[in-house]
């Protein structure tokens, strides 16, 4: 079965680490970009971080540079998410999804998770 | 940063309308935006990529037209399954950028 499935989620404290990950399934992760979007609750979708499908590039939305990290394992169809300094205005649903198209990057998302929810609070 | 600017945030129609939801690039992204269709509680779903592609599987009462900085999405006859939030979002250039999102609810 083709599917993504997040975990990691957690109520954490400001200032705090937290790490996500996505298990991914049914398709050939290594030949595909990797994203995280984040939804705030009530709010619309937000791109957080891609990595290229050969590690080989990051990038990251200015508003977590710095303080998160976006890594794979290809061997173990995992991406993960490692978010230190935690801030109130991390508090989403953090979903990973798949770049759209084999070989491709930076395009968009042809397929997501069901998402996992992060709430910094003191 | 490539601003999205989506419109309206919101809108009502009836059943068998014809509703279009517009999106505003900040810059010329030539053809470089997809549109997504997420309805409450669940992930987003793409339902046209290239502007006017669509994606396999998806019914063609959506579609999706436009390039350069100003794209229209389109649903020919509204039906109830259609009530969701969309959005748009350009990849153009990193960040991938969405635009607001358009509530769309049935009159």
């Known amino acids: 079965q083709v599917q993504l499935v997040e975990s990691g989620g957690a109520v954490v404290q400001p200032g705090r680490s937290l790490r996500l990950s996505c298990a991914a399934s049914?398709?050939?992760?290594?030949?595909?970009?990797m994203h995280w979007v984040r939804q705030a609750p009530g709010k619309g979708l937000e791109w957080v971080a891609v990595?290229?499908?050969?590690?080989?590039?990051?990038y990251y939305a200015d508003f977590v540079k710095g303080r998160f990290t976006i890594s794979r394992d290809n061997s173990k169809k995992t991406l993960n998410l490692q978010m230190n300094s935690l801030r109130a205005e991390d508090t989403a649903v953090y979903y990973c999804?798949?770049?759209?198209?084999?070989?491709?990057?930076?395009?968009?998302?042809?397929?997501w998770g069901q998402g996992t929810m992060v709430t910094v609070s003191s | 940063d490539i601003q999205m600017t989506q419109s309206p945030s919101s809108l009502s129609a009836s059943v068998g309308d014809r509703v279009t939801i517009t999106c505003q690039a900040s810059?010329?992204?030539?053809?470089?935006l997809n549109w997504y269709q997420q309805k409450p509680g669940k992930a987003p779903n793409l339902l046209i990529y290239d502007a006017s592609n669509l994606e396999t599987g998806v019914p063609s009462r959506f579609s999706g037209s436009g390039s350069g900085t100003d794209f229209s999405f389109t649903i020919s006859s509204l039906q109830p399954e259609d009530i969701a939030t969309y959005y748009c979002q350009q990849y153009d250039e990193v960040p991938l950028t969405f635009g607001g999102g358009t509530k769309v609810e049935i009159k």
């Open positions: 999804a798949r770049a759209l198209r084999q070989g491709y990057n930076y395009n968009g998302f042809d397929m």
């Open positions: 049914g398709f050939t992760f290594s030949s595909y970009g």
């Open positions: 810059q010329d992204i030539s053809n470089y």
């Open positions: 990595i290229s499908y050969d590690v080989a590039n990051k």
